[in-house]
């Protein structure tokens, strides 16, 4: 087949209670009011405040999204939280041309040699961000910024009447704070 | 206009029982079914829909409410699962006989034990043959359009019957994804206010599902029989005047690449879409396959089967569910009763999975493909097979 693959697949891997869920909703609505196609879903069952979860987002710029089952087979896996690196196998399946963004105050050098993370990755310090943006530790909001940056899968403006909207009065703080991830990832080389 | 928006599947169907006005809501929230309920409880606690929200203490008294206000000629919704639904079962029955077009989802997930809150259609065979129309969806759009058509479909004259919308739990409920919202006033054209022909009325008394000795039982019974079989028809009508309206059709068996095709894979809920994706690649491959949706439960819809499966050889049927000591996945064994006396039958291979949430990817329906394939050739030891199980 000669057609172009237009589906991005990506996984988020958080803490119960760090809005991993909010952030795949927030892309899809992002996408969606682009007329693209889109899905977000967490990880189904029962979640404990703390424990690692997924959630998932396909994108797809060209046709209704019809998978129906969890990404075990992502283009791009996001960490929210950089204690699970030491937890979870976040790079379980990614696919080869993938990349990682993670959260954490370190440089992709350092993460990769600690963590034998054999793919590309963007660093962004999103818990400095959020605490200085928001005066909360909650960053699933400021890494849709460098998710934005990193992917070019939909315009940062897109995120702005889902962010709102959900947000009410805080949504100009979650902007800023998405605005100033996006600035600020450090995106390695393929 | 029809507006586009990225919603939550429950969020949404809650918003399309809005579009529908109903009158009483009844319901008690279980997962995965739990944020229909909650949202349409905000909708009237806003005072954004004018309907009684009635927050009874079950499933049973749920039902038992929904029973009394679709009897006085309320139009009436509730929503249900699994656990949920087999507690409600006992009045369940009740409301076909009754011609009471009470609108149900069921967020379909397994029935315990052990406990499960994860998809499969357990809780759906459980009320096979409870009288009520039953409709499956496939994705959100097919959950809004429908709960709208359910609506029609059962408050038709001809029909007066309850009508489910089945939809997987999590695998749809929890899924965010585009949905087509059809206009409030486009809706109030294609559902007329509902005028229940003889609702309870304390000035003019009746007597409704009334006690039945042996010289009238089998009567009503048949009569309640010719009612739902006579229903398909109103169904198909139903969904050929809201593609007028709005530019989707239905129809109770829905083909993908089946025309002609040598092997059929026939599914139902979600894992449709996630097969077609499966049956895509093969036709693309050069592979003689096909696929089939059922989206009419009740009433079965048996010429439409047979005449999509026509120029079949093989018909793959998936189930979610499993009939204990039966002789095969409980929709298989329906198929197969379906072509038993036909001249020409496909082989009919019955196939049991996705049980308790577990995902059957892509490259797991061209697994049973193949599989299903190679046995209908070569024959199994097995009456059914169980996709993916370890042993």
Not at chain 1, 16 to 22: E, H, P, Y
Not at chain 2, 81 to 91: D, P, T
Not at chain 2, 213 to 237: D, G, H, L, M, R
Not at chain 2, 324 to 353: H, L, N
Request: glycine share 8%; hydrophobic share 40%; with cysteine.
């Amino acid at each position: 087949m000669t057609k172009v693959k237009s589906l991005t697949e990506i996984r988020w891997h958080g803490r119960g209670g760090q809005g991993a869920v909010t952030s795949t909703e927030l892309m899809a609505q992002a996408a969606i009011s682009e007329g693209k196609y889109a899905q977000a879903f967490p990880s189904f069952g029962p979640e404990r405040r703390g424990a690692p979860v997924q959630a998932f987002n396909r994108i797809d710029s060209q046709a209704p999204v019809k998978i129906r089952a969890d990404i075990t087979e992502p283009d791009i896996v996001v960490v929210l939280d950089p204690s699970l690196l030491e937890k979870v196998n976040v790079t379980s399946g990614l696919k080869k041309g993938g990349y990682v963004i993670i959260n954490t105050r370190k440089t992709a050098k350092e993460i990769k040699s600690e963590f034998g993370i054999k793919y590309p990755v963007a660093t962004v310090n999103a818990n400095k961000i959020a605490r200085e943006t928001l005066g909360v530790l909650i960053v699933n909001t400021t890494m849709i910024g460098a998710v934005i940056k990193a992917t070019g899968i939909v315009k940062k403006e897109s995120v702005y009447a889902p962010l709102e909207k959900r947000f009410g009065r805080l949504g100009e703080r979650n902007i800023n704070a998405m605005e100033t991830a996006y600035k600020e990832v450090v995106i390695e080389e393929q | 206009m029809a507006t586009r928006v990225g919603i939550e599947v429950s969020i949404a169907i809650a918003d399309a029982v809005k579009l529908a006005n109903p009158d009483v809501v009844a319901a008690y929230p279980i997962t995965p079914q739990t944020h229909i309920v909650e949202h349409l409880a905000e909708l009237v606690a806003n005072g954004e829909l004018d309907a009684e929200y009635i927050p009874v203490e079950s499933e049973h008294s749920a039902m038992s409410a929904c029973l009394g206000s679709a009897a006085a000629g309320a139009r009436t919704f509730t929503a249900t699962a699994s656990q949920g639904l087999a507690l409600m079962n006992e009045v369940v029955y009740v409301a076909a006989p009754m011609r009471l077009p009470i609108i149900m989802a069921v967020a379909n997930r397994a029935l315990s034990a052990p406990l499960s809150i994860w998809c499969d259609h357990s809780d759906m065979m459980s009320v096979r043959d409870t009288g009520w129309i039953q409709i499956i969806a496939e994705n959100g759009q097919q959950c809004v359009d429908n709960i709208i058509c359910a609506f029609r479909i059962g408050e038709d004259k001809r029909v007066l019957l309850p009508v489910m919308v089945h939809l997987d739990g999590f695998n749809l409920t929890h899924v965010i994804e585009p949905i087509e919202f059809p206009e409030q006033s486009e809706v109030d054209k294609f559902l007329p206010p509902y005028k229940f022909p003889l609702p309870l009325n304390p000035d003019n008394p009746v007597a409704m599902g009334d006690f039945a000795p042996p010289v009238i039982f089998t009567e009503t019974k048949w009569a309640q029989e010719k009612n739902i079989q006579a229903s398909k028809k109103v169904v198909s009508e139903v969904w050929d005047k809201y593609n007028k309206a709005f530019g989707r059709q239905y129809y109770p068996v829905e083909k993908h690449h089946s025309d002609g095709a040598k092997v059929v894979l026939m599914t139902m809920g979600a894992v449709g879409e996630t097969a077609s994706v499966a049956i895509d690649e093969m036709v693309a491959d050069g592979q003689d396959v096909g696929q089939i949706r059922l989206r009419l439960w009740r009433p079965f819809p048996l010429e439409e089967l047979r005449e999509a499966v026509k120029d079949a050889e093989v018909l793959i049927v998936l189930d979610r569910a499993i009939s204990y000591g039966g002789p095969c996945g409980p929709v298989a064994s329906e198929v197969k009763a379906a072509f038993y006396d036909q001249p020409k039958r496909p082989k009919i291979v019955s196939f049991v999975g996705g049980l308790g949430g577990r995902d059957i990817t892509v490259a797991g329906f061209r697994d049973i493909v193949k599989q299903g394939t190679e046995i209908a050739r070569t024959g199994s030891k097995n009456e059914y097979e169980i996709y993916g199980v370890r042993e």
